[in-house]
């Protein structure tokens, strides 16, 4: 489709030769709800269950076990890329690590104040889940936002993993596979995201998008 525009990509410069992992911690979004014991005890909890060792689950994930160990003692807020590998060794739904069980109502409103929010390393992705993450759910619902000339670079979701995204401001430029899409305000795209796809804002302004993701 031509040229690629500028954009800015997440690097791996700073982390330690110890801890490969170490850059891809990041904090919450100042007005957010703090997800960092919520991850910890999850992660924990999905391990065991699991019967894997820290190491076990480093090399099936990518992650390191120094990494592991500090989320799990809630010392650590991944960023979304180092969550999603982790969701991905275990096959699981990316809400099982973010949920937190609350009170069942007719109705439930989700404050801003307290929404669960992620980012990249560099903060130009950030994602806030949109339902009530209280239980493994097979649809996920997501506001994304990509900064100016930011690029997220995502990895394979579980096999039969189905994207539905719409552009509600700014522009997209949307990598699935081999093929590169372009979509402006008021597009939409659905696509299977098990596999490598990347999302890029070639415009000076913040891109909105909302997503629906359903697992297989």
């Given amino acids: 489709m031509g040229a690629e525009p500028h954009h800015v990509v997440d690097t791996d410069s700073g982390a330690s030769s110890e801890d490969p992992d170490a850059h891809e911690s990041a904090e919450s ?8 014991p919520i991850v910890g005890r999850n992660l924990r909890t999905l ?4 019967g894997l060792s820290l190491e076990r689950l480093a090399r099936a994930s990518g992650v390191s076990r120094a990494m592991l160990s500090q989320i799990e003692l809630g ?3 991944p960023t979304i890329n180092v969550l999603w590998k982790i969701a ?9 690590l973010i949920s937190e069980k609350e009170k069942t109502q ?13 980012s990249s390393q560099t903060g130009c992705f950030s ?38 995204l719409v552009v509600t401001a700014g522009s997209l430029r949307l990598r ?3 093929q590169w899409f372009a979509l402006g305000t008021g597009d939409a795209a659905y696509f299977v ?24």
């Fill in 29 to 36: 979004d100042a007005g957010s709800f703090d997800l960092t």
């Fill in 47 to 50: 391990r065991v269950k699991r």
């Fill in 75 to 77: 010392r650590s807020t």
């Fill in 88 to 96: 991905c060794s275990l096959n699981i739904p990316f809400s099982s």
């Fill in 106 to 118: 007719t109705a439930l409103v989700l404050p801003r104040s307290r929404a669960k929010i992620l």
């Fill in 127 to 164: 994602s806030r889940a949109l339902f009530p993450v209280d239980e493994q759910r097979k649809i996920e619902f997501y506001e994304l936002r990509l900064a100016a000339h930011g690029l997220e670079q995502a990895d394979p979701h579980p096999t039969g993993t189905t994207e539905n």
């Fill in 176 to 178: 699935v596979g081999t």
């Fill in 193 to 216: 995201a098990d596999v490598s796809h990347d999302y890029m804002n070639p415009g000076a302004t913040e891109t909105v998008m909302y997503l629906v993701m359903t697992y297989a």
